[in-house]
T-cell receptor, first 115, second 112 residues
Framework: DTGVSQDPRHKITKRGQNVTFRCDPISEHNRLYWYRQTLGQGPEFLTYFQNEAQLEKSRLLSDRFSAERPKGSFSTLEIQRTEQGDSAMYLC?????????????FGPGTRLTVL | GEDVEQSLFLSVREGDSSVINCTYTDSSSTYLYWYKQEPGAGLQLLTYIFSNMDMKQDQRLTVLLNKKDKHLSLRIADTQTGDSAIYFCADPSGGGYNKLIFGAGTRLAVHP
């Protein structure tokens, strides 16, 4: 068990470009979450997958954002036509959902800077 | 909607106790969490408390829950420099998906 991994760790892009982030959850964790954290704030929920099904999306997830988890394992988060306001840390978390305390294990995050 | 509030900054002397406070609005959560975030590291679950408990002690950590006032606190005894981090109170909002609602975080600075 190597924990939740995210790639890349840092991404600098110009406004208007598309970016894609990847999250590899802990193996056999069927639940996967994406959060966004801006400077000085706590993480905010973006979206949730149970296996390959995307079951909830936050209103923060505009049409420019899309997330997938095609085989119920890794997940990708794509941002199209990036804006400066998209600059943030994007966090992925996973959990098995079969324990009383449903601990979410977080990855190290991908820090996005939009110039 | 659900909301979680925390004070933003706390400075303590090494060896003293630290108390980090949190208030929440959602009352249906089965439990509440404290997460810790260190520079360059991911969020880690520090401790939790079930909503039917008033207090939980775990080594140097004591969690107090006042359900009437919707107030949660984390006390760290004998605070060390290694405790310097950002501490987040988190409320799983329920609905079957347990998405976490985080406070803004309290930055704990421990000085000699």
């Amino acid at each position: 068990d190597t924990g939740v991994s995210q790639d890349p760790r840092h991404k600098i892009t110009k406004r208007g470009q598309n970016v894609t982030f990847r999250c590899d959850p802990i193996s056999e964790h069927n639940r996967l979450y994406w959060y966004r954290q801006t400077l000085g704030q706590g993480p905010e929920f973006l979206t949730y997958f149970q296996n390959e099904a995307q079951l909830e999306k936050s209103r923060l997830l505009s049409d420019r954002f899309s997330a997938e988890r095609p085989k119920g394992s890794f997940s990708t988060l794509e941002i199209q036509r990036t804006e400066q306001g998209d600059s943030a840390m994007y966090l992925c978390a996973s959990t098995s959902g079969d324990r009383v305390i449903d601990e979410q294990f977080f990855g190290p995050g991908t820090r996005l800077t939009v110039l | 909607g659900e909301d979680v509030e925390q004070s933003l900054f706390l400075s303590v002397r090494e060896g003293d106790s630290s108390v980090i406070n949190c208030t929440y609005t959602d009352s249906s959560s089965t439990y509440l969490y404290w997460y810790k975030q260190e520079p360059g590291a991911g969020l880690q679950l520090l401790t939790y408390i079930f909503s039917n408990m008033d207090m939980k002690q775990d080594q140097r950590l004591t969690v107090l829950l006042n359900k009437k006032d919707k107030h949660l606190s984390l006390r760290i005894a004998d605070t060390q420099t290694g405790d310097s981090a950002i501490y987040f109170c988190a409320d799983p909002s329920g609905g079957g998906y347990n998405k976490l609602i985080f406070g803004a975080g309290t930055r704990l600075a421990v000085h000699p």
